[in-house]
T-cell receptor, first 116, second 110 residues
């Protein structure tokens, strides 16, 4: 069964460092998402991506964050100059299409980021 | 805010009992979905109910939707220890933005 894969599963970094989280969405999906879940809290929307550009972003997704689909398969989230409060589980998700699909998002297992 | 809010925050039941959790939301939706998250793991889609549907079943899961009250419920029948997880409702707006609620933590005691 196709699945969304994320790497790394866990990354520990020093405050101020840059981090890149990688995702491989399901191959025929067209919409891609990043969500964040701080420990014990709700899952928060960060950004959606369609047709090689950001379609929507939340207020959390400030200039510190960027997304890219560099090679048609990977979908990356870059966090520049990490802060302690960036420590969270980051989930990538993908969806087939807007029209005619079930609307179901397929999530990866997440990348846990710990900023020290 | 579009986000659903689950109730209760936590639920502890005996194996074999039914578990019911509710979700309320504030604005119009295209559909409402329920996800499960085992501790430290990713989110798994359970069931989707469209705004023009009132009830849906999938195995031991039953979801209802009342758009007039802007609420949904998820019922897990004959619960098992493996059902122990956090359950999140997610509302999908007419422009397809998906937003999660805070979740209900369900503990099924053997």
């Amino acid at each position: 069964e196709p699945e969304v894969t994320q790497t790394p599963s866990h990354q520990v970094t020093q405050m101020g460092q840059e981090v890149i989280l990688r995702c491989v969405p399901i191959s025929n999906h067209l919409y891609f998402y990043w969500y964040r879940q701080i420990l014990g809290q709700k899952v928060e929307f960060l950004v959606s991506f369609y047709n090689n550009e950001i379609s929507e972003k939340s207020e959390i997704f400030d200039d510190q964050f960027s997304v890219e689909r560099p090679d048609g398969s990977n979908f990356t989230l870059k966090i520049r100059s990490t802060k302690l409060e960036d420590s969270a589980m980051y989930f990538c998700a993908s969806r087939l299409d807007r029209a005619g699909d079930t609307g179901e998002l397929f999530f990866g297992e997440g990348s846990r980021l710990t900023v020290l | 805010s579009q986000q659903g809010e689950e109730d209760p925050q936590a639920l502890s039941i005996q194996e074999g009992e039914n578990a019911t959790m509710n979700c309320s939301y504030k604005t119009s939706i295209n559909n409402l979905q329920w996800y499960r998250q085992n501790s430290g793991r990713g989110l798994v889609h359970l069931i989707l109910i469209r705004s023009n549907e009132r009830e849906k079943h999938s195995g031991r899961l039953r979801v209802t939707l009342d758009t007039s009250k802007k609420s949904s419920s998820l019922l897990i029948t004959a619960s098992r220890a493996a059902d122990t997880a956090s359950y999140f409702c997610a509302t999908v707006s007419p422009d397809y933005k998906l937003s999660f609620g805070a979740g209900t933590t369900v503990t099924v005691r053997a």
